[in-house]
C-alpha cells in the first residue's frame, strides 16, 4: 500500500511520518534548515503485518502543490493531515479536492497537534473538517487526534493503517509496465537511478523499457521495489529501477517523464478526457482556457477545448480536448489535474478519455457519441460504438495502447470483421463494412451513367468520387474484395461495372483500324499523334480524341503526351526490363536504353511510365521491379 500525506503547510505531515515510521525520511538540507517540505520526501515502514508501507510526504505550501501532484498521482490512500490549533486552511481544502480528482476513494484524517489545544478546540475541528468531507468521497473517513511530540494517538492512528493496509486490493498487473518518473539521481558505482509508483504491469531485472516521450531505451540493471532489492516489481509498488542506455545521464531525465514498455510509446499533444469544474471555481470556465495539466508526476501546459459548448459552469461535467505545448504519454482512464494559467489554483480535473484525440471533427456528432461510449468504462464497453462510426476501422495496436490492454484479453462483438489492409489489420463492424461495399458500387454506377464513353476511373479517381473519406489503404482493400467478388472489374488501370463497356461509334472503329497497325508497327518508338494525323490525313484533335477512348478502353497507354503504346507493346518492354532485372531485381537505364535500341530519353520516359503505373520503382540510379504487377501477368491466352 502507498500513502500521501496531505493538508496546509506546517500542519505536521512530516512529523506524523517520522512518528509512525520511525525514519527520518530523505529530507533536503534546505528543507532541514527552513523547517518546511519543498518537494516530495519518502518513507518505508512495516506496520507490523510483515509488509513494508510505502509513505509519500508532500510539500503543503501553495508555492509546491505542483510537486505535491507529482507524488499524489499513485497513492492507495489519503492520509490527511489538520493541524488542531489552525484547523482547516487552504491547502486542506486544495489538497482534498486534488485527491478527489484522483479518484483517491480511501482516506483517514489525523487531526494533529493536540497537545496545543484543549479538547474542546479539537472537537470544533473535528466537526469544522466533518463539514469538509460530507459533500465528497471521503465523507466517512475517520478521525484520529494525535499529537506527534508526545506520541498520544499515534499508535492508534498506526493500527487504522495496518487495518486498511490488510484490506487494500492489489493493483492489476496486467498490461505492459508504467511508472512516472518522480525522482533521478546518480548513485555512485550504479549509474542512474529513477524512482516512481508502478501505475501497471511487471518490471524485471534485464527489461528493455522505454523513456516517454524522449524515446531513449534503458535496459534495468537492478530495482528496489518497496524499498527492498528484488529481482522485479508490479504495478502499485514504490519502484526505483537502476538503468543504463546509451549516453544516459541524469541530466538527460526530467521529472514527468514516462518509464514503458516499449510498445506504449506513443507521444501525444492532444488528449480528449471528461472534465470537472470544481464547485469552488468562482467563474465558468471558457473554451480555449490556457492551463497547466498535471498527469502522472508530468506538469505541462497547454489549452482547453470545450467539445460540449462554449463555457462550464462550477461543478458541472463536459467532454472537452486538451491542446498540450509538450508531448505527453497517456492510457484511457487516467486521472489528470488541471491547474490556472499561472499555476495559482486547481480548477479542476478528470479522466482521460481518449490520448489520441483528432485534430479534425472533434465536436461531430459521431465523435462525441465515441467520447460518450467511452466515458462508459471498459474497452468491451465501447467497442461496438466505435466500430459502428470507424469507417477507416480500428488499429489493434492503437487501441492496445489507448487501454493498456494487449489484445488476447479482448473480447470483439461477434459482428466484428478483421480487414487486412497495406498497413495491418483494421476492425470494422461488418454491416458497415458493407455498407461501404455498397456505396463504392453505387458511386461507380453512377460514375457510368455520368460518363458514358469512358470505360471507367483508376483507383485513385474512384476513391475521390466515392468514398474520399476513406484512407486510401482501406480503400485498397475494399476495392481488393469488390473485385474477388466479381462486382467490380478491372481492365488495365481503369475499373468499370462487369456489364459496362464503351462503344466505338461507327467512324471510329474505321479510323483505329487505319491507324492500329502503324502503332504496332512502330513498336518501342511508334508514331506521335501528329504523324499518325499526317499520315491518315486527319485532324490531330480527331486521332487524339480516339487514342484517349482507346486508352479508356484499356487498349493503349499514354506514355507521355500525344505518345500512345500499345498494351501488347507495353508488355514486351516490360519483360524487356524483367529479364534485366537479374537476381537483385533492378533495372539500371542504360541497359534497359542498350536492350530496346531506342534514344535515352525515350528509355527514360517510358521507366517514368513505369513507375506510375506502378511496374517499377526508382532507387538511386535504376529501378527495382515489382514483380506483382499486372503488365508482367500471364495473359488468358497463354
Given at each position: 500500500m502507498i500513502v500521501g500525506t496531505a493538508g496546509h503547510i506546517d500542519h505536521g505531515k512530516t512529523a506524523l511520518l517520522r512518528a509512525l515510521t520511525g525514519a527520518e525520511g530523505d529530507q533536503r538540507r534546505e528543507e532541514r534548515e527552513r523547517g518546511i517540505t519543498i518537494d516530495l520526501g519518502y518513507r518505508y515502514a512495516d506496520l507490523g503485518d510483515g509488509a513494508l508501507t510505502g509513505f509519500i510526504d508532500v510539500p503543503g505550501h501553495e508555492r509546491f502543490v505542483h510537486n505535491m501532484l507529482a507524488g499524489a498521482s499513485g497513492i492507495d490512500l489519503l492520509l490527511l493531515v489538520v493541524a488542531a490549533d489552525d484547523g482547516v486552511m487552504p491547502q486542506t481544502r486544495e489538497h482534498l479536492a486534488i485527491a478527489e480528482l484522483l479518484g483517491i476513494h480511501r482516506a483517514l484524517v489525523a487531526i494533529s497537534k493536540t497537545d496545543r489545544v484543549e479538547a474542546a478546540r479539537v472537537a470544533a475541528v473535528a466537526e469544522e473538517i466533518r463539514a469538509l468531507l460530507a459533500p465528497g468521497p471521503f465523507a466517512d473517513a475517520p478521525l484520529y487526534p494525535l499529537s506527534s511530540a508526545s506520541g498520544d494517538g499515534v499508535e492508534t492512528l498506526r493500527d487504522a493503517l495496518r487495518a486498511e493496509a490488510a484490506e487494500a486490493s492489489a493493483r492489476s498487473?496486467?498490461?505492459?509496465?508504467?511508472?512516472?518518473?518522480?525522482?533521478?539521481?546518480?548513485?555512485?558505482?550504479?549509474?542512474?537511478?529513477?524512482?516512481?509508483?508502478?501505475?501497471?504491469?511487471?518490471?524485471?531485472?534485464?527489461?528493455?523499457?522505454?523513456?516517454?516521450?524522449?524515446?531513449?531505451?534503458?535496459?534495468?540493471?537492478?530495482?528496489?521495489?518497496?524499498?527492498?532489492?528484488?529481482?522485479?516489481?508490479?504495478?502499485?509498488?514504490?519502484?526505483?529501477?537502476?538503468?543504463?542506455?546509451?549516453?544516459?545521464?541524469?541530466?538527460?531525465?526530467?521529472?514527468?517523464?514516462?518509464?514503458?514498455?516499449?510498445?506504449?510509446?506513443?507521444?501525444?499533444?492532444?488528449?480528449?478526457?471528461?472534465?470537472?469544474?470544481?464547485?469552488?471555481?468562482?467563474?465558468?470556465?471558457?473554451?480555449?482556457?490556457?492551463?497547466?495539466?498535471?498527469?502522472?508526476?508530468?506538469?505541462?501546459?497547454?489549452?482547453?477545448?470545450?467539445?460540449?459548448?462554449?463555457?462550464?459552469?462550477?461543478?458541472?461535467?463536459?467532454?472537452?480536448?486538451?491542446?498540450?505545448?509538450?508531448?505527453?504519454?497517456?492510457?484511457?482512464?487516467?486521472?489528470?489535474?488541471?491547474?490556472?494559467?499561472?499555476?495559482?489554483?486547481?480548477?479542476?480535473?478528470?479522466?482521460?478519455?481518449?490520448?489520441?484525440?483528432?485534430?479534425?471533427?472533434?465536436?461531430?456528432?459521431?465523435?462525441?457519441?465515441?467520447?460518450?461510449?467511452?466515458?462508459?468504462?471498459?474497452?468491451?464497453?465501447?467497442?461496438?460504438?466505435?466500430?459502428?462510426?470507424?469507417?477507416?476501422?480500428?488499429?489493434?495496436?492503437?487501441?492496445?495502447?489507448?487501454f493498456n490492454r494487449p489484445r488476447e484479453h479482448w473480447q470483439l462483438p461477434q459482428r466484428t470483421r478483421e480487414i487486412v489492409t497495406r498497413q495491418g489489420v483494421r476492425l470494422f463492424d461488418a454491416r458497415l463494412w458493407q455498407q461501404l461495399h455498397e456505396r463504392l458500387v453505387a458511386a461507380l454506377e453512377r460514375f457510368h451513367g455520368e460518363q458514358p464513353d469512358e470505360l471507367g476511373p483508376d483507383r485513385d479517381r474512384l476513391r475521390r468520387y466515392a468514398l474520399p473519406e476513406l484512407e486510401r489503404p482501406v480503400f485498397i482493400a475494399l476495392l481488393d474484395q469488390a473485385l474477388a467478388d466479381g462486382h467490380i472489374q478491372a481492365s488495365g488501370p481503369w475499373l468499370h461495372r462487369p456489364d459496362h463497356r464503351v462503344q466505338l461509334a461507327e467512324e471510329e472503329e474505321a479510323l483505329k483500324e487505319r491507324l492500329w497497325p502503324l502503332l504496332l508497327e512502330g513498336r518501342y518508338d511508334p508514331p506521335w499523334v501528329r504523324d499518325l494525323a499526317r499520315a491518315l490525313d486527319r485532324e490531330e484533335a480527331e486521332v487524339r480524341h480516339l487514342l484517349r477512348k482507346l486508352a479508356r478502353l484499356g487498349l493503349l497507354q499514354q506514355v507521355v503526351r500525344d505518345l500512345f503504346y500499345p498494351e501488347q507493346t507495353l508488355r514486351e518492354l516490360a519483360h524487356c526490363a524483367e529479364e534485366l532485372a537479374g537476381q537483385d531485381g533492378v533495372v539500371l537505364p542504360a541497359a534497359f536504353r542498350d536492350r530496346i535500341g531506342i534514344g535515352r530519353k525515350r528509355s527514360i520516359q517510358l521507366l517514368e511510365h513505369f513507375d506510375r503505373i506502378g511496374l517499377t520503382r526508382r532507387t538511386g540510379e535504376g529501378r527495382r521491379l515489382r514483380p506483382d504487377s499486372a503488365l508482367l501477368a500471364p495473359q488468358p491466352d497463354g
Amino acid at each position: 500500500m502507498i500513502v500521501g500525506t496531505a493538508g496546509h503547510i506546517d500542519h505536521g505531515k512530516t512529523a506524523l511520518l517520522r512518528a509512525l515510521t520511525g525514519a527520518e525520511g530523505d529530507q533536503r538540507r534546505e528543507e532541514r534548515e527552513r523547517g518546511i517540505t519543498i518537494d516530495l520526501g519518502y518513507r518505508y515502514a512495516d506496520l507490523g503485518d510483515g509488509a513494508l508501507t510505502g509513505f509519500i510526504d508532500v510539500p503543503g505550501h501553495e508555492r509546491f502543490v505542483h510537486n505535491m501532484l507529482a507524488g499524489a498521482s499513485g497513492i492507495d490512500l489519503l492520509l490527511l493531515v489538520v493541524a488542531a490549533d489552525d484547523g482547516v486552511m487552504p491547502q486542506t481544502r486544495e489538497h482534498l479536492a486534488i485527491a478527489e480528482l484522483l479518484g483517491i476513494h480511501r482516506a483517514l484524517v489525523a487531526i494533529s497537534k493536540t497537545d496545543r489545544v484543549e479538547a474542546a478546540r479539537v472537537a470544533a475541528v473535528a466537526e469544522e473538517i466533518r463539514a469538509l468531507l460530507a459533500p465528497g468521497p471521503f465523507a466517512d473517513a475517520p478521525l484520529y487526534p494525535l499529537s506527534s511530540a508526545s506520541g498520544d494517538g499515534v499508535e492508534t492512528l498506526r493500527d487504522a493503517l495496518r487495518a486498511e493496509a490488510a484490506e487494500a486490493s492489489a493493483r492489476s498487473a496486467q498490461g505492459g509496465f508504467r511508472l512516472p518518473v518522480d525522482r533521478a539521481f546518480s548513485v555512485a558505482g550504479s549509474g542512474v537511478v529513477v524512482t516512481g509508483t508502478a501505475f501497471a504491469g511487471r518490471v524485471a531485472v534485464g527489461d528493455e523499457l522505454m523513456l516517454s516521450p524522449s524515446g531513449r531505451r534503458v535496459r534495468v540493471r537492478g530495482l528496489h521495489a518497496q524499498n527492498r532489492e528484488a529481482a522485479d516489481a508490479h504495478a502499485g509498488q514504490r519502484v526505483a529501477l537502476n538503468i543504463a542506455g546509451e549516453r544516459l545521464s541524469v541530466d538527460s531525465i526530467r521529472r514527468g517523464e514516462w518509464l514503458l514498455h516499449p510498445d506504449l510509446h506513443a507521444p501525444t499533444t492532444r488528449i480528449d478526457i471528461e472534465l470537472n469544474l470544481l464547485p469552488s471555481e468562482p467563474r465558468a470556465l471558457r473554451h480555449w482556457t490556457p492551463v497547466h495539466l498535471h498527469l502522472g508526476a508530468q506538469d505541462v501546459t497547454g489549452r482547453v477545448a470545450l467539445l460540449e459548448g462554449e463555457t462550464l459552469k462550477p461543478g458541472a461535467r463536459a467532454l472537452a480536448q486538451v491542446l498540450l505545448n509538450a508531448p505527453t504519454h497517456a492510457v484511457h482512464g487516467d486521472a489528470l489535474v488541471l491547474r490556472d494559467q499561472s499555476a495559482q489554483r486547481t480548477l479542476g480535473g478528470g479522466r482521460v478519455l481518449d490520448p489520441f484525440a483528432p485534430a479534425r471533427n472533434r465536436r461531430g456528432e459521431q465523435r462525441l457519441a465515441q467520447l460518450q461510449a467511452l466515458r462508459a468504462g471498459t474497452l468491451e464497453e465501447a467497442l461496438p460504438v466505435l466500430l459502428e462510426s470507424a469507417h477507416n476501422g480500428l488499429e489493434p495496436a492503437r487501441l492496445e495502447r489507448q487501454f493498456n490492454r494487449p489484445r488476447e484479453h479482448w473480447q470483439l462483438p461477434q459482428r466484428t470483421r478483421e480487414i487486412v489492409t497495406r498497413q495491418g489489420v483494421r476492425l470494422f463492424d461488418a454491416r458497415l463494412w458493407q455498407q461501404l461495399h455498397e456505396r463504392l458500387v453505387a458511386a461507380l454506377e453512377r460514375f457510368h451513367g455520368e460518363q458514358p464513353d469512358e470505360l471507367g476511373p483508376d483507383r485513385d479517381r474512384l476513391r475521390r468520387y466515392a468514398l474520399p473519406e476513406l484512407e486510401r489503404p482501406v480503400f485498397i482493400a475494399l476495392l481488393d474484395q469488390a473485385l474477388a467478388d466479381g462486382h467490380i472489374q478491372a481492365s488495365g488501370p481503369w475499373l468499370h461495372r462487369p456489364d459496362h463497356r464503351v462503344q466505338l461509334a461507327e467512324e471510329e472503329e474505321a479510323l483505329k483500324e487505319r491507324l492500329w497497325p502503324l502503332l504496332l508497327e512502330g513498336r518501342y518508338d511508334p508514331p506521335w499523334v501528329r504523324d499518325l494525323a499526317r499520315a491518315l490525313d486527319r485532324e490531330e484533335a480527331e486521332v487524339r480524341h480516339l487514342l484517349r477512348k482507346l486508352a479508356r478502353l484499356g487498349l493503349l497507354q499514354q506514355v507521355v503526351r500525344d505518345l500512345f503504346y500499345p498494351e501488347q507493346t507495353l508488355r514486351e518492354l516490360a519483360h524487356c526490363a524483367e529479364e534485366l532485372a537479374g537476381q537483385d531485381g533492378v533495372v539500371l537505364p542504360a541497359a534497359f536504353r542498350d536492350r530496346i535500341g531506342i534514344g535515352r530519353k525515350r528509355s527514360i520516359q517510358l521507366l517514368e511510365h513505369f513507375d506510375r503505373i506502378g511496374l517499377t520503382r526508382r532507387t538511386g540510379e535504376g529501378r527495382r521491379l515489382r514483380p506483382d504487377s499486372a503488365l508482367l501477368a500471364p495473359q488468358p491466352d497463354g
